[in-house]
């Protein structure tokens, strides 16, 4: 069974960047697609970006598209979420999902999710 650990979240100004990491446990890493959502206060989650198992996949939200990028290291286990010029409007948990088939923007067809990261952008 997979376990996700998101890190790298914090509190910082807008505009600035910031690199999210999730590491998986287990042998098959490389065989999941992999998400990244958010949620904020009182808000519903939202998807962010996913990748393919072998990163020739991308897709992200409109919302993010320009400013945030995905990746992964399959020989490290970790799938990245770099964000740049961050709006306090991006203030949210971010966590990453994982699933063998689901490549999809609904977390809930995800296998696995951690439990995410806080990144707050103050104005």
């Known amino acids: 069974q997979a376990q996700l650990v998101e890190s790298g979240g914090g509190l910082v100004q807008a505009g600035v960047s910031l690199r999210l990491s999730c590491v998986g446990s287990?042998?098959?890493?490389?065989?999941?697609?992999m998400g990244w959502f958010r949620q904020a206060p009182g808000k519903d989650r939202e998807f962010v970006a996913v990748?393919?198992?072998?990163?020739?996949?991308?897709r992200s939200a409109d919302s993010v598209r320009g400013r945030f990028t995905i990746a992964r290291d399959n020989a490290k286990n970790t799938v990245y979420l770099q964000m740049n010029s961050l709006k306090p409007e991006d203030t949210a948990v971010y966590y990453c999902?994982?699933?063998?088939?689901?490549?999809?923007?609904?977390?809930?067809?995800?296998?696995?999710r951690g439990r995410g990261t806080q990144v707050t952008v103050s104005s």
């Open positions: 990748i393919s198992y072998n990163g020739a996949r991308l």
């Open positions: 287990g042998r098959n890493f490389s065989s999941y697609n």
């Open positions: 999902a994982a699933d063998l088939w689901n490549f999809g923007e609904d977390d809930s067809g995800y296998d696995y």
